[in-house]
Nanobody
Framework: VQLQASGGGLVQTGGSLRLSCAAT????????MGWFLQAPGKEREFVAA????????YYSDSVKGRFTISRDNAKKTVYLQMNSLKPEDTAVYYC????????????????WGQGTQVTVSS
């Protein structure tokens, strides 16, 4: 599978962005998909995940209530709606496919997109 993330950019504090991650392959709907972020000098960390059916959704505490993950299996795309953005949200955001294991553990994800930069100015 190949994952192509897009939608990043520069936004002011309090603004919104919508990230998209388009996937190739025929089995997209069977996989949990996740979003992670990596700030400069820091490790990659979990943001949100959504099960293949879309029924189960998980968020990190830092984004809960501000970000919304969703997916469209017909379009093989997963989204991350980011509202009320803060300067500390600034990072490269990656989408990934969970190959099995905990939804918040980077090691459980076996395919990664190239990342899209999100910069929030104060």
């Amino acid at each position: 599978v190949q994952l192509q993330a897009s939608g990043g950019g520069l936004v002011q504090t309090g603004g919104s962005l919508r990230l998209s991650c388009a996937a190739t392959g025929r089995t997209f709907s069977t996989y949990t998909m996740g979003w992670f972020l990596q700030a400069p000098g820091k490790e990659r960390e979990f943001v949100a995940a959504i099960s293949g059916s879309g029924i189960s959704i998980y968020y990190s505490d830092s984004v809960k209530g501000r970000f919304t993950i969703s997916r469209d299996n017909a379009k093989k795309t997963v989204y991350l709606q980011m509202n009320s953005l803060k300067p500390e949200d600034t990072a490269v955001y990656y989408c990934a496919r969970n190959g099995g294991g905990s939804y918040f553990y980077t090691g459980a994800y076996d395919s990664w997109g190239q990342g899209t930069q999100v910069t929030v100015s104060s």
